[in-house]
């Protein structure tokens, strides 16, 4: 008796098609379109939840540092809870008394601003713009509009307390949760240890890159600050102030720090204080962020120019002018879960702008291009018609 053939079912298992490459695409556009509405619809609970989280990394250190040496559990919580606190403390005094210094310098240079309004309208009449669009020009430089614009950006005074009230919150809830923190990473390296590794280094680069910017924000903003104090440009606090919180915004944070103290400047000393405030940003800000910025955080953040350009409009558009300020560490959040955590696609972390794994690549390009060059310069003729060998 013959046996049976086996049938299709018992031979080999039967291939289902895979999804097409292109309906994988449109998902996952779809998917950050409504996750990004969705973080916009809730941007005043997510905002301040985020930052709580990046002071806690930052603050988390003091805790390790004080159960290494023996400190009671309790003890380091509080301690931690009271370093946050202290912290926004002293950045919400700070943002208050440049804010009142700003609103009370308005009123004495409301003169000066119609005037400034009218020349600049005056010259955009003579290269043909019509007259509603010089109107609207010559509004903007009023100071109640100024104010206006200064409140719609920073929130009124009761949503700023609602802010501070989420984060002071978040931030004691966090520092009790905090204390598990080793123990969850050591959980998570047993069953997921790419996404334990994932998290513990995102924390770590967000700790390097938001305490390095800090600092050289704070000495970017003081430096400049005295040399508006001694250029005698009014509002010198205010400005130095916002030096310090453009710093945390990439390639754009210096051209909006240097606004206000240009129109300022010219108002007060004409030209020369305008170039001057000029020449001082650009040292100050060129010297920072091209030298020593570069050599303290290092590796940190490995975004590519172009992704952290692009991020920065996106949180921006997402969670307003606060998500140009954080647009960095969502940015690096974003990539720790989609790419870091999952081995089989660590490989695209080249692609965000990260250079370890493709810097033997770009050595031999450079030598190439070295080699080339050496040997363009050999081919090249001496005056007397030999050639260099």
Same mark, same amino acid.
């Given at each position: ?44 609970? *997510? ?44 950045? @919400? ?32 009449? @003579? =290269?043909?713009?019509? &007259? ?39 931030? /004691? ?32 680069? /967000? ?15 003081? *430096?400049?600050?005295? =040399?508006?104090? +001694? ?20 390639? +754009? ?9 240009? =129109?300022?400047?010219?108002? @007060? ?8 405030? %000029? ?17 303290? +955080? ?5 975004? &590519? ?5 692009? &991020? ?24 720790? %879960?989609?790419?870091? &955590? ?26 190439? +291009? ?20």
């Amino acid at each position: 008796m013959q046996p049976e053939s086996p049938g299709p079912e018992a031979s080999e298992p039967v291939s289902r098609p895979g999804i097409p490459r292109a309906t994988t695409i449109l998902l996952a556009l779809g998917g950050a379109t409504v996750a990004a509405f969705g973080i916009a619809a809730i941007r005043g609970i *997510f905002t301040p939840v985020f930052m709580a989280l990046v002071i806690t990394i930052c603050l988390h250190p003091i805790r390790r540092w004080m159960q290494r040496h023996g400190v009671p559990r309790g003890i380091a919580t509080g301690t931690t809870i009271a370093a946050g606190f202290a912290v926004l403390g002293c950045l @919400s005094v700070v943002l208050i008394a440049a804010l009142a210094q700003f609103s009370a310098l308005l009123p004495q240079y409301a003169p000066q601003l119609d005037q400034l309004g009218a020349s600049i309208a005056q010259l955009l009449e @003579s =290269v043909g713009f019509g &007259s509603e669009q010089t109107q609207t020009v010559l509004q903007a430089f009023t100071p109640g509009r100024l104010i206006g614009f200064i409140t719609d950006l920073l929130g009124n005074i009761t949503g700023m307390v609602g802010v501070l009230v989420i984060i002071l919150t978040m931030l /004691i809830l966090m520092a009790v949760d905090g204390g598990r923190v080793a123990a969850l990473l050591t959980h998570l390296q047993f069953y997921r240890p790419a996404m334990g590794a994932a998290f513990s280094g995102f924390a770590t680069d /967000i700790r390097r890159y938001t305490v390095a910017t800090t600092i050289l924000g704070a000495a970017q903003g003081l *430096f400049n600050w005295l =040399v508006l104090f +001694i250029l005698q440009v009014p509002g010198a606090m205010a400005w130095g102030v916002l030096s310090f919180i453009c710093s945390f915004i990439p390639n +754009i944070g210096y051209f909006i720090a240097i606004i206000p103290p240009l =129109v300022f400047g010219a108002l @007060s000393g004409g030209w020369p204080v305008v170039l001057a405030v %000029i020449l001082t940003y650009g040292v100050i800000n060129g010297v920072i962020q091209s030298i020593i910025q570069p050599k303290y +955080i290092g590796n940190a953040v490995s975004l &590519s120019e172009t992704l952290t350009f692009v &991020s920065v409009l996106f949180w921006a558009a997402v969670l307003g002018a606060v998500g140009a300020i954080l647009a960095v560490p969502l940015t690096l959040l974003v990539r720790t %879960i989609l790419l870091d &955590s999952d081995p089989s696609k660590i490989w695209r972390r080249a692609l965000t702008g990260d250079k370890k794994d493709i810097e033997s690549a770009l050595k031999l390009e450079d030598d190439a +291009i070295r080699a080339r060059r050496a040997r363009r310069r050999s081919d090249r003729p001496h005056p007397d018609g030999t050639r260099k060998k």
